[in-house]
T-cell receptor, first 112, second 111 residues
Framework: NAGVMQNPRHLVRRRGQEARLRCSPM?????VYWYRQLPEEGLKFMVY????????ESGMPKERFSAEFPKEGPSILRIQQVVRGDSAAYFC??????????FGPGTRLTVL | QKEVEQDPGPLSVPEGAIVSLNCTYS??????FMWYRQYSRKGPELLMY????GNKEDGRFTAQVDKSSKYISLFIRDSQPSDSATYLC???????????FGTGTRLLVSP
């Protein structure tokens, strides 16, 4: 079992560009979570998805951020028109539904 | 008030010491409690998972939950330099929705 996969591991974007982060959950896991971690801060919840459904997006900024988990393929976190404040580590986690979350290695986004 | 509070540290101890890491929480709906370890520039790794109050032991690690005082603890016996990392406590409500994290405590174990 390869665990939770995230790519790319590092992403550099200029202000105004789009960032697209991908996450493949562990085999058999149907729940995907996205978290953001700023330097020296804890993990902040962004969104919780199941296949083709957004269950809880209460942590997502209202503008420029969107997430999906299609029937086929990885979950995608999309950030449009990135700004410097979006620079952070973005972690995806998956769960079979009744255990602790298993996290991926993260994508480190740097906005120039 | 944050839902899960944790002292950021750093906490410095000599090798072999017993380490005590603690968190408090405010939401009575939390039923599941976890400890994660995160090495620098890596993803969080699940260490311990407990349900409701009580103790759970796994090797050198013991997790303790006291729901009456809303207090979560992680004890590390015979600490090793390889234990140097940031330890994050987290809590989850019964609806299995979002996991709420503390800010993490940085632990440094010196040889």
């Amino acid at each position: 079992n390869a665990g939770v996969m995230q790519n790319p591991r590092h992403l550099v974007r200029r202000r105004g560009q789009e960032a697209r982060l991908r996450c493949s959950p562990m085999k058999g896991h149907s729940h995907v979570y996205w978290y953001r971690q700023l330097p020296e801060e804890g993990l902040k919840f962004m969104v919780y998805l199941q296949k083709e459904n957004i269950i809880d997006e209460s942590g997502m900024p209202k503008e420029r951020f969107s997430a999906e988990f299609p029937k086929e393929g990885p979950s995608i976190l999309r950030i449009q028109q990135v700004v410097r404040g979006d620079s952070a580590a973005y972690f995806c986690a998956s769960s079979p539904g009744d255990r602790g979350l298993i996290f991926g290695p993260g994508t480190r986004l740097t906005v120039l | 008030q944050k839902e899960v509070e944790q002292d950021p540290g750093p906490l410095s101890v000599p090798e072999g010491a017993i380490v005590s890491l603690n968190c408090t929480y405010s939401n009575s709906a939390f039923q599941y409690f976890m400890w994660y370890r995160q090495y620098s520039r890596k993803g969080p790794e699940l260490l311990m998972y407990t349900y409701s109050s009580g103790n759970k032991e796994d090797g050198r690690f013991t997790a303790q939950v006291d729901k009456s005082s809303k207090y979560i603890s992680l004890f590390i016996r015979d600490s090793q330099p390889s234990d140097s990392a940031t330890y994050l406590c987290a809590a989850l409500n019964t609806g299995f929705q979002k996991l709420v994290f503390g800010t993490g405590t940085r632990l440094l174990v010196s040889p």
